[in-house]
């Protein structure tokens, strides 16, 4: 047994039963957002959320024991994702990165946006021409200290 293996269990289970994220999100009490990345392997559960997902996706206490280990963050399959939406994410960051960190530091300063004190949205915006992905990522400006 492995997180992976509990990863698998978990999607399996919510596509078996038609669960949608949102109300995942509520029995575990976080965002829609932040959810699915606990349950995809790349948060880490608090024990009263592993319970809880447990309830949900029938997990045993040593499956929950897995959603609370710290895990490996930032694993894509291959260096260069080959998933159209996951190669579009990682395309919007080749092409703008030189902008937006061009424009965090000229607003703010020399330092970085935290990935830890972190929150994303992720809407559905009507739009006449075809329905619009409005994705707002807030992180906290931690500045390089001199010493």
């Known amino acids: 047994m492995n997180r992976n293996d509990v990863t698998e269990k ?12 949102d109300a995942i999100a509520k029995k575990v009490g976080e965002s829609k957002e932040w959810t699915p990345a ?12 592993a319970k809880a997902l447990g309830k949900l996706f029938g997990l045993t ?3 929950q024991k897995w959603l609370q280990v710290v895990p490996y963050k930032g694993s894509l399959p291959t260096p260069v994702p080959t998933d159209p939406l996951i190669y579009r994410w ?9 902008t937006i960190k061009e424009l965090i530091h000229e607003e703010f ?10 929150s994303m ?8 021409k075809g329905d619009r992905v409005n994705v707002v990522l807030s992180g906290q400006f931690l500045p390089y200290k001199t010493y």
């Open 121 to 128: 949205d992720i809407q559905r915006e009507p739009d006449p």
């Open 10 to 21: 978990i999607i399996g289970t919510k596509v078996s039963k038609g669960m949608k994220w």
């Open 38 to 49: 606990l349950c995809m392997g790349q948060m880490t559960a608090t024990p009263a959320q």
């Open 61 to 63: 206490a040593e499956e």
């Open 90 to 98: 990682y395309e919007i960051v080749s092409v703008y990165v030189t």
């Open 109 to 118: 300063g020399d330092g970085i946006m935290s990935a830890i004190d972190f």
